[in-house]
C-alpha cells in the first residue's frame, strides 16, 4: 500500500505521513517496515502512550523454549532493547515505558525475588497494563517446573491476570519442534493450552521460528495504543503474515517462472525443487529479512515454513518439494492452508510439468 | 545447616534451580555460613531425540538448532560434521572456511552477550565498576555515572555479530547455510566485504572497550581479597578462589584449517588426538595435555530421571528409558564422564587444551594494521570465575581477528565449489551410515551422533556441555562441576547495597543528578535498585545472599534446554 501521498504545493512536492490512527496502525506499520515506522510516527507513539501514570508491565515466561525467541528479540534494532527500556519512559518517573517484571533470560532478580516481582508488581500493575509474553510448548504435567511450580500453573495463573496474551515463536504458537511426532510430553501452543483449562481470552500468534523482533516491537506498540492487530484464522496478525512468500514476494521468482531451479548445493535458481515451503508460507520476511535487514534463509539455502501450524511434521522432510509431502497431497489441506493451498499445490505439480515440458528436460518432472 | 534454593537461576539459558546445604565457618570475626553441598536441578525435558528418530537425516541440522536458541549455531555446525561423517566427505576449502567465519562471528556474540549481559552485572557491582552493571538509571544514569555504559554498548555491537551470521546464514537464531559436506551460500565478494567492515567494529570494540572493562574487574579483586579476607577473618584470595572444581578440563577442539583435515576427521572416528589442524585443539587436560578420544565418554544417569540398566554407556549406545518419579535422582540431565571422572568443559577447557596455563593471544586486525596481545596466566589451576570469563575474552579476542583473517583468506577460493563434488544433487542421503559430530559450543564440548538406516535417522544422541557442567552426581558419587564449584561459596546474610558499602564505604559517587548529593557505591546501588523492586536482589529464604554463589553457577553460562533433550526408545 502507499504510505506516501506525494501532493503538489507552490510548485514543490510535499510529501505527507498518512495520520496515525488505531485503525492503520498496524498497515502502516506492516507497510514501513518497524525501523521507519516507528522513526517517522515516533513523536505521535510517545505522545500517545505518555499520559500513562504507571509502565507496561511485562512478564514474559518461557516454557519448553530454546530461548531463541529472546535472543532474536535482543536483535531488535531502531528501537533496540538499550532504547526502549532507557530513552521512552513514563513522565519524569525515569522509568521506561515497558518494562519486564519477570523475564527469566535477562532480568537482575533471580529465585525467590523473581517470582515475588511477578506476584507481585507484575499482578497488581495497572489494570490493562499487564501484557503476558509467552515464549515456549506447554506440555504435560511434570515436564517444565519453574521454582517447584509447574509451568502450566504458572501460565494459567498468568494469563487469567493478563490484558493482553502475546504467543512468541513457533513452539508458543502451534507447539513447534516440541510438539512435532511423536510428541513425547504433549505439547501444544498456548492458545490451545488456554481452551483447554477454560480461560476464554485471544491471543496474539506471532510465529517463526524464532520470532522476528520487527513483529513483536511492533506488536507491543500496538497494543500500548490501543490498537489491537487484526488477525488471521491461526491468530496471526494479518499484516504481517498475510502474504504468500512464493507468489507474492519471493525475489528468486523469476526463476521459477523460467523454469531455473537449484538442484545442487551452489547452484542459482528457485529453491521450489530442493524442498523450498515459500509457495505454502506465508509471511513477509523476504521484505522484512533479519537481523538489520540483512538477509533471510531462502537467500542463503530455502525457506522452511516455520510460521505456519503444523510445522515441522507437514513441513518436512525439509530436502522434499512441496507438491511431495504427504500432508499437502493427502486429505489435510484443511489444517494446513487457507483454502487455496491445494489448488496452489496442484498448480506448482502442473506448471513445474509444464516447464519441464517448454524446455525439454525430462528431470524438472519432479516426482 | 541450612537448605538455601535459588529457583529459578536466571540470566542462564532455561530452567535450573540450585539447592545448597550450608555449613557454619566460625573464625575471630564471627560465623559465616558457607555452602557445604550442592545440587543441580535441571526442569525441563523436551525429549528432542525421539523426535529427531524417523526423519530425514539432514533434518537434524535444522531441528538440532532448534535445541537451544542462544547456542543454535554450534548444534548446527555439531549436526553438519556428525553428517560429513556419515557422508564420508570433505568439505571444500571454501566450505570450511566459510563456516569458520560464520561461527566465528557467532561465538563474539555469544561470548560478548554472556559477559555483558549475564554475568556482567554482579562483576561490575563486586568491583564497583558502573559500566557493567545494567542501565537501571536510564539515559541519564549512562550519561552521569557511566552506569550501564559497557553494557548498553554491547546490546548495539552484538547485533553487528549477527549481522555477520545472517550474512553466512540466513538469519541468527536459527541459520540454514550448512549442507552435509558443505555450505549452501556462495562466498561473494559482497559478503565478503560486509563480515569485514562488520568485524572491524566489533574488533575495535572488544580491544578498547571488552578487555579494558574486564581487567578493571581484575584489578579490583586483591582489593576484593583483603577486604573480605579481614571481614572474615578467612585466606580469600580474590574472585579466583570462587568456583574451583576437579582441574580436569576437556575440549574436542574448534575451527579446522583446511590443511590436515585428516587430522579433523582422525578424531570423529574416534582415535586419540588433538586435532592440530585446529584453532582450538581438542584435549583432555588432567594437569597436564592429554589426547582426547570420545571412546572414552560414558554417561551415568543413577540421580537422573532415566533407568539405571543403561547408566555407563557410549553416546552411540545410549539407549534411554525415562522413569518421571525416580527415587533419588534429581534432575533431567545425565551425568557424562571422561574415563569416569569429572571435567570441566567450556572456554576455560578450550583455553588450556590450547595454551596450557600461560596464555599469550597476539593478535593483528588485517585491515587496520593495529597490533594487540592479551595476556593471562590462569589464577586457579581448577577453574575459578575470574579465570572462565578471562577464557571468553581472550577468545572474543582471537576470534573476532581470526573471523576477518578467514574472510580475507576466502577470497581466493571465491569461485570454488562449496560442497564436495561427490554430492550428486539434492536428493541424495546414504542408505546406511553412522557420523560423529565433535566441535566446541561457546558452553564447551559438544557431541552429535547419529546412525542413518534405510536413508532416514535410527538413533541421534546429542551430549552437550552443560550436561558435562551442570549434571548431577553419578554412580560412583562425584558431584559435577557446577556441584563442586559451589562447595565453600560464601552465602553473607547482608544484602548487596550493604555488601557493596563493606566493599567501598568511601562517599565518592556523585549522584546529585538524581537529587541524592555524594554517596558510597552501595547507596548508589539501593537508589537504582529500589524504584524497580530489586533491593532484596539475590536475596533468597532465611536473608542469604547468593550473589557470590549464583555467579559461580553463571561463570559456566549454563544452558538448560541443551542438556535436556534425552532420548526414550
Known amino acids: ?367 | 545447616m541450612a537448605t538455601v534454593k535459588m529457583d529459578p537461576v536466571t540470566r542462564i539459558e532455561g530452567h535450573l534451580g540450585v539447592t545448597m546445604e550450608t555449613k557454619d565457618i566460625t573464625t575471630s570475626t564471627g560465623t559465616w555460613t558457607v555452602v557445604d553441598k550442592a545440587y543441580s536441578h535441571t526442569n525441563l525435558f523436551r525429549g528432542w531425540e525421539i523426535i529427531l528418530k524417523g526423519r530425514d537425516p539432514r533434518d537434524a541440522f535444522f531441528l538440532t538448532q532448534r535445541i537451544c536458541g542462544v547456542c543454535p549455531a554450534p548444534h548446527g555446525e555439531t549436526a553438519i560434521q556428525a553428517l560429513d561423517h556419515a557422508y564420508g566427505m570433505t568439505p571444500p576449502p571454501a566450505a570450511i572456511l566459510a563456516r569458520n567465519i560464520l561461527h566465528g562471528a557467532y561465538y563474539v556474540y555469544d561470548h560478548m552477550i554472556h559477559t555483558y549481559l549475564l554475568i556482567g552485572p554482579e562483576l561490575g557491582v563486586l568491583a564497583k565498576y558502573p559500566p557493567m552493571v545494567p542501565p537501571a538509571l536510564g539515559k541519564d544514569g549512562i550519561k552521569a555515572l557511566g552506569l550501564g555504559s559497557s553494557y548498553a554498548a554491547c546490546i548495539q555491537m552484538q547485533r553487528k555479530a549477527n549481522k555477520v551470521v545472517a550474512l553466512w546464514g540466513g538469519k541468527f537464531p536459527h541459520h540454514t547455510s550448512e549442507y552435509p559436506s558443505g555450505m549452501t551460500v556462495k562466498p561473494t565478494l559482497d559478503r565478503i566485504a560486509n563480515t569485514i567492515s562488520n568485524m572491524t567494529e566489533l574488533w575495535d570494540f572488544v580491544v578498547n572497550v571488552m578487555v579494558p572493562d574486564f581487567m578493571a574487574i581484575v584489578s579490583k579483586n586483591d582489593h576484593i581479597a583483603e577486604t573480605v579476607s579481614t571481614l572474615l577473618d578467612i585466606d580469600f584470595n580474590g574472585l579466583q578462589d570462587l568456583g574451583p572444581t576437579y582441574g580436569n578440563f576437556l575440549s574436542y577442539g574448534l575451527f579446522p584449517d583446511y590443511n590436515d583435515y585428516d587430522k579433523w576427521v582422525a578424531v570423529q572416528d574416534g582415535e586419540e588426538g588433538y586435532r592440530d589442524n585446529a584453532l582450538i585443539k581438542a584435549g583432555a587436560w588432567d594437569g597436564d595435555f592429554k589426547k582426547f578420544t570420545h571412546t572414552k565418554i560414558k554417561e551415568y544417569v543413577k540421580y537422573s530421571r532415566y533407568d539405571d540398566s543403561i547408566t555407563g554407556r557410549h553416546p552411540s549406545q545410549g539407549d534411554v528409558k525415562v522413569v518421571k518419579d525416580k527415587p533419588g535422582a534429581y534432575g533431567w540431565m545425565k551425568a557424562p564422564r571422561y574415563e569416569d571422572k569429572v571435567y570441566e568443559v567450556g572456554p576455560l577447557a578450550r583455553m588450556i587444551n590450547t595454551y596450557g596455563l600461560n596464555w599469550k593471544i597476539d593478535v593483528t586486525n588485517p585491515v587496520t594494521g593495529e597490533s594487540f596481545t592479551f595476556k593471562w596466566k590462569v589464577l586457579n589451576p581448577k577453574g575459578s570465575v575470574v579465570d572462565r570469563v578471562a577464557a571468553r575474552v581472550a577468545q572474543t579476542v582471537l576470534f573476532a581477528t581470526k573471523t576477518m583473517e578467514w574472510a580475507v583468506e576466502l577470497k581466493q577460493f571465491m569461485h570454488d565449489d562449496i560442497v564436495n563434488a561427490k554430492i550428486p544433487d539434492y536428493s541424495y542421503v546414504p542408505d546406511n551410515a553412522e557420523g560423529m559430530g565433535l566441535w566446541d559450543a561457546p558452553r564447551g564440548a559438544l557431541l552429535h551422533y547419529t546412525k542413518i538406516r534405510n536413508k532416514k535417522i535410527d538413533h541421534y544422541q546429542c551430549i552437550v556441555p552443560s550436561t558435562w557442567n551442570l549434571g548431577p552426581r553419578d554412580d560412583m558419587g562425584q558431584p559435577g562441576p557446577v556441584e563442586k564449584a559451589l562447595e565453600g561459596t560464601w552465602l553473607p546474610k547482608l544484602d548487596v547495597p550493604t555488601v557493596a558499602n563493606a566493599l567501598y564505604p568511601e562517599k565518592d559517587i556523585d549522584a546529585s543528578a538524581f537529587g541524592l548529593g555524594t554517596v558510597s557505591w552501595g547507596d548508589a546501588l539501593a537508589a537504582a535498585l529500589t524504584p524497580l523492586g530489586l533491593a532484596q536482589l539475590n536475596m533468597e529464604e532465611g536473608g542469604y545472599n547468593t550473589s557470590l554463589a549464583i555467579t559461580v553457577v553463571r561463570s559456566f553460562d549454563p544452558c538448560i534446554a541443551c542438556g535436556v533433550h534425552f532420548i526414550i526408545k
Open chain 1, 1 to 367: 500500500m502507499n504510505t506516501k501521498v506525494l501532493k503538489r504545493k507552490g510548485g514543490r512536492l510535499m510529501e505527507i505521513k498518512p495520520k496515525l490512527t488505531r485503525r492503520n496502525f498496524m498497515k502502516l506499520a506492516a507497510a514501513m517496515g518497524a525501523t521507519a515506522f516507528l522513526t517517522t510516527y515516533k513523536s505521535e507513539i510517545v505522545e500517545a502512550v505518555e499520559q500513562s501514570k504507571d509502565y507496561w508491565h511485562i512478564n514474559w515466561l518461557n516454557g519448553a523454549a530454546c530461548t531463541g525467541c529472546t535472543v532474536s528479540f535482543a536483535q531488535a534494532s531502531e528501537p533496540d532493547l538499550v532504547q526502549i527500556l532507557t530513552e521512552i519512559t513514563v513522565g519524569n518517573s525515569g522509568l521506561p515505558i515497558a518494562l519486564p517484571d519477570y523475564m527469566e533470560t535477562i532480568h537482575p532478580a533471580s529465585g525467590k525475588l523473581a517470582e515475588k516481582l511477578k506476584d507481585e508488581r507484575w499482578v497488581n500493575g495497572t489494570p490493562g497494563k499487564r501484557v503476558l509474553i509467552v515464549e515456549g510448548a506447554v506440555q504435560q504435567e511434570g515436564f517444565c517446573t519453574i521454582a517447584g511450580k509447574d509451568f502450566r500453573d504458572h501460565l494459567k495463573e498468568a494469563a487469567e491476570v493478563a490484558d493482553a496474551i502475546i504467543a512468541v515463536g513457533q513452539c508458543a504458537t502451534y507447539g513447534g519442534i516440541p510438539a512435532a511426532k511423536p510428541n513425547p510430553t504433549g505439547a501444544m501452543g498456548v492458545s490451545d493450552f488456554l481452551k483447554e483449562v477454560g480461560i476464554n481470552k485471544p491471543v496474539i500468534n506471532i510465529p517463526l521460528c524464532p520470532v522476528h523482533p520487527d513483529h513483536l516491537v511492533l506488536t507491543i506498540a500496538a497494543i500500548m495504543i490501543g490498537a489491537m492487530p487484526d488477525l488471521d484464522n491461526y491468530g496471526r496478525p494479518k499484516a504481517f503474515f498475510g502474504k504468500n512468500m512464493h507468489d507474492e514476494i519471493c525475489p528468486y521468482r523469476p526463476y521459477y517462472d523460467r523454469g531455473v531451479f537449484t538442484r545442487r548445493p551452489g547452484e542459482e535458481g528457485c529453491r521450489y525443487v530442493m524442498g523450498c515451503k515459500g509457495p505454502i508460507t506465508w509471511t513477509d520476511c523476504a521484505l522484512r529479512k533479519w537481523n538489520m535487514h540483512t538477509s533471510y534463509c531462502v537467500e542463503t539455502n530455502m525457506c522452511l515454513g516455520c510460521s505456519e501450524p503444523g510445522w515441522p511434521d507437514k513441513f518436512s522432510p525439509f530436502y522434499k518439494p512441496v507438491a511431495s509431502l504427504p500432508a499437502v497431497l493427502g486429505v489435510d489441506f484443511g489444517t494446513l492452508g487457507q483454502g487455496l493451498l491445494g489448488a496452489a499445490a496442484a498448480g506448482i505439480v502442473i506448471h513445474g510439468v509444464k516447464r519441464a515440458v517448454t524446455s525439454g528436460k525430462k528431470e524438472e518432472k519432479e516426482e
